[in-house]
């Protein structure tokens, strides 16, 4: 089952998340090659520059097609400023469920910016994809992002003892999942 594969915003009137275009690389690269992004993620690599920018939205671009994924660049509506990314990633159609992934310039930390891109993404995955699960995981050390989950209604389940390396060293990470029933029965 592929999804719904939406190009237009989605928006709560003060953030809006679209598919990424070409011409997103430079602002893409400038947030993502931040040492805080780099730091609190786990699937970042700290060499985004233009060029594997353009790679990747291209790369994205061809997962939203087959369905696989869909990331969203976060943008304030005010702005249009590009402050974040979202993602509802790993998409398993015959299990009918993905991963929520995302990320907040640190210019914008501590704003809820994080948790209303996450309840956007969430409307997309329950409602356009018609997912039964979402999963998120958080690196030990990210209180923020554990905090966010929570807000979002994750449960915790648990944690996965050295499960990621970066830069030579291992991480703890939390997971945490969703369920359709639990998500519209919070609503």
């Known amino acids: 089952m592929s999804g719904k594969k939406t190009t ?4 709560d009137g003060r953030i809006y998340l679209r598919a990424y275009r070409i ?6 690269s400038a947030m993502t090659s931040r040492d805080e992004i780099y730091a609190t ?17 291209k790369f994205n671009a061809n997962c939203r097609r087959t ?17 974040g990314n979202v993602g509802i990633v790993n998409v398993n159609n015959c299990c009918r469920h993905a991963t929520l992934a995302y990320y907040v310039h ?25 997912l039964n699960r979402v999963g998120a995981i958080s690196m030990t050390h990210n209180a923020a992002s554990r ?5 979002l209604g994750f449960e915790f389940e648990g944690i996965a003892r050295q499960e990621i390396m970066k830069d030579d060293k291992f991480y703890d990470v939390a997971h945490y999942g969703l369920l359709r029933d639990d998500y519209f029965s919070k609503l």
């Not at 369905?67 to 402050?83: A, H, Q």
């Not at 905090?147 to 807000?151: A, D, F, N, P, T």
Request: with cysteine; net charge positive.
């Open 106 to 130: 640190p210019e914008k930390w501590g704003q809820g910016i994080a948790t209303a891109a996450g309840r956007i993404a969430l409307s997309y995955a329950f409602g356009q994809l018609r």
């Open 23 to 28: 011409d997103d690389a430079e602002a893409l």
């Open 67 to 83: 369905g696989s994924s869909y990331e969203f660049g976060v943008f304030d509506c005010k702005t249009d400023r590009l402050i």
């Open 147 to 151: 905090r966010v989950l929570e807000k």
């Open 41 to 57: 993620t786990y699937n970042i690599r700290r060499d985004f520059d233009v060029n594997h920018a353009k790679w990747w939205i």
């Open 8 to 11: 237009r915003p989605m928006s």
